[in-house]
């Protein structure tokens, strides 16, 4: 009998419909999994997946068991966890153990849980679940050949282990492909959070000042798609080149503190805590609304929202407001979690689609090439990138041109 631990077995037929939907939107997906699935290329591997656990997600975990994986699965943020899609994945005997707001405990629980099958290949989002292999769960690590990295977070704390000598097993940095930031961080980020702040607060953008705080690739696409729906855009930036970049692309730069003053929406998206604290709060406008697309919740500072607040209360579905004592009212969207999984699907699937075709492909190259790679962070393999891309073109239609071989030869030859 499956393993799982989630809010209800009944809701799958619900999920099913919404794993349904999205499966008939990711044709690159679709390909490998056919391709994986006639020559059962992962049979005999376990594999960990650590996600937020909604359709998109689901559907590759489905991947993985149609090639023969044994898969266990839990979210990756307790907000984002969908628990009709759950159910569907515990009906088609995946193991899952994750439910919509679970505590801090019982998240962590859930990551344990999954380590339980002693995985072979690791898919991870954020980071969480390769950090327990590393700390109270070590002793599991062991059968682990290898895995992938989903998010600018999770690599991050995979190069701080990497430095210190301290990770356990190879890692492929999915997130830092072209074929993922250029379009997933970029394309996908942009629409996800609007979708999400828009849904949740059924509030107009156009002619409010939008406050971006970071200015990465997710920032990129954050500021574009605001200013695209006719927001005016200011952007905060600890980094001087990428201030340049955002004042060349036509936005107004300055500090956190200044732009405090001045935005109607506020949305952070650094990697980093306390991008938003008590020195901000103090001289926002009444109503200002905070909302944050990094992966945890802890670019702004909850702690010193609530201790200058005089009152909280939920006013609607995840929004918290906070009243000041002068009278002034802020307004936390997703309990500071990222706003578009915890207020919306998260990101369309078409683009999802090259995501987890590149995880899909990294954690095949992982299987086949576990004795020749050391304990380090991988660039996910050019050859894969390229190929998701290529697949993408031709679901599209979309033919382009090739080199002669007369150009192959200028390009490649010397002074």
Same mark, same amino acid.
């Given at each position: 009998?499956?393993?799982?631990?989630?809010?209800?077995?009944?809701?799958?037929?619900? /999920?099913?419909?919404?794993?349904? +939907?999205?499966?008939?939107?990711?044709?690159?997906?679709?390909?490998?999994?056919?391709?994986?699935? !006639?020559?059962?290329?992962?049979?005999?591997?376990? $594999?960990?997946?650590?996600? @937020?656990?909604?359709?998109?997600?689901?559907?590759? !975990?489905?991947?993985?068991?149609?090639?023969?994986?044994?898969?266990?699965?839990?979210?990756?943020?307790?907000?984002?966890? *969908?628990?009709?899609? !759950?159910?569907?994945?515990?009906?088609?005997?995946? #193991?899952?153990?994750?439910?919509?707001?679970?505590? &801090?405990?019982?998240?962590? #629980?859930?990551?344990?849980?999954?380590?339980?099958?002693?995985?072979?290949? $690791?898919?991870?989002?954020?980071?969480?679940? $390769?950090?327990?292999?590393?700390?109270?769960?070590?002793?599991?690590?062991?059968? &682990?050949?290898? /895995?992938?990295?989903?998010?600018?977070?999770?690599?991050?704390?995979?190069?701080?282990?990497?430095?210190?000598?301290?990770?356990?097993?190879?890692?492929?940095?999915?997130?830092?492909?072209?074929?993922?930031?250029?379009?997933?961080? %970029?394309?996908?980020?942009?629409?996800?959070? +609007?979708?999400?702040?828009?849904?949740?607060?059924?509030?107009?953008?156009?002619?409010?000042? =939008?406050?971006?705080?970071?200015?990465? +690739?997710?920032?990129?696409?954050?500021?574009? %798609?605001?200013?695209?729906?006719?927001?005016?855009?200011?952007?905060?930036?600890?980094?001087?080149?990428?201030?340049? #970049?955002?004042?060349?692309?036509?936005?107004?730069?300055?500090?956190?503190?200044?732009?405090?003053?001045?935005?109607?929406?506020?949305?952070?998206?650094?990697?980093?805590?306390?991008?938003?604290?008590?020195?901000?709060?103090?001289?926002?406008?009444?109503?200002?609304?905070?909302?944050?697309?990094?992966?945890?919740?802890?670019?702004?500072?909850?702690?010193?929202?609530?201790?200058?607040?005089?009152?909280?209360?939920? =006013?609607?579905?995840?929004?918290? #407001?906070?009243?000041?004592?002068?009278?002034?009212?802020?307004?936390?969207?997703?309990?500071?979690?990222?706003?578009?999984?915890?207020?919306?699907?998260? @990101?369309?699937?078409?683009?999802?689609?090259?995501?987890?075709?590149?995880?899909?492909?990294? !954690?095949?190259?992982?299987?086949?090439?576990?004795?020749?790679?050391?304990?380090?962070?991988?660039? $996910?393999?050019?050859?894969?990138?390229?190929?998701?891309?290529?697949?993408?073109?031709?679901?599209?239609?979309?033919?382009?041109?090739?080199?002669?071989?007369? *150009?192959?030869?200028?390009?490649?030859? /010397?002074?």
């Amino acid at each position: 009998m499956t393993k799982y631990i989630i809010q209800d077995i009944n809701l799958a037929p619900q /999920g099913r419909q919404k794993i349904d +939907w999205v499966r008939l939107r990711m044709p690159v997906l679709n390909i490998i999994r056919d391709e994986f699935q !006639a020559r059962k290329a992962f049979k005999g591997l376990r $594999v960990a997946m650590s996600i @937020h656990l909604e359709a998109k997600t689901a559907y590759l !975990a489905e991947v993985f068991k149609a090639a023969g994986a044994e898969v266990a699965i839990t979210g990756s943020n307790p907000l984002s966890t *969908q628990d009709d899609v !759950a159910a569907a994945l515990a009906a088609e005997e995946i #193991e899952v153990y994750a439910f919509y707001n679970a505590s &801090v405990k019982q998240y962590r #629980e859930h990551l344990i849980s999954v380590l339980k099958i002693k995985p072979h290949l $690791v898919i991870d989002d954020g980071g969480d679940l $390769v950090s327990v292999l590393h700390t109270t769960e070590s002793n599991l690590a062991a059968h &682990v050949l290898g /895995g992938c990295e989903e998010t600018t977070t999770g690599v991050t704390r995979l190069r701080a282990l990497e430095r210190e000598e301290r990770l356990l097993f190879p890692m492929i940095a999915v997130n830092d492909a072209f074929c993922k930031y250029l379009f997933d961080n %970029r394309y996908g980020t942009g629409e996800s959070v +609007w979708t999400g702040i828009m849904r949740t607060t059924n509030l107009i953008v156009a002619g409010k000042t =939008v406050v971006v705080i970071g200015y990465g +690739w997710c920032g990129k696409g954050v500021a574009r %798609r605001a200013a695209g729906l006719g927001a005016k855009v200011i952007v905060c930036e600890v980094d001087p080149v990428k201030a340049l #970049e955002a004042y060349m692309d036509g936005f107004q730069v300055m500090p956190a503190v200044q732009a405090a003053a001045k935005g109607d929406i506020f949305i952070t998206v650094t990697g980093c805590k306390d991008a938003l604290r008590e020195q901000h709060f103090r001289v926002m406008k009444d109503g200002a609304i905070l909302t944050n697309a990094g992966h945890f919740d802890v670019e702004a500072s909850k702690a010193e929202l609530e201790k200058l607040a005089v009152s909280e209360q939920t =006013v609607r579905q995840n929004i918290k #407001e906070y009243t000041m004592p002068e009278g002034r009212r802020l307004y936390l969207l997703g309990e500071g979690r990222l706003v578009n999984l915890a207020c919306s699907d998260g @990101h369309p699937a078409e683009i999802m689609d090259l995501s987890f075709a590149l995880q899909a492909l990294s !954690a095949h190259y992982l299987a086949g090439h576990a004795g020749s790679l050391t304990r380090r962070v991988y660039p $996910v393999p050019k050859e894969i990138d390229y190929r998701v891309a290529e697949l993408k073109l031709k679901s599209l239609e979309i033919e382009i041109d090739t080199l002669t071989g007369e *150009q192959q030869a200028y390009l490649s030859r /010397g002074v």
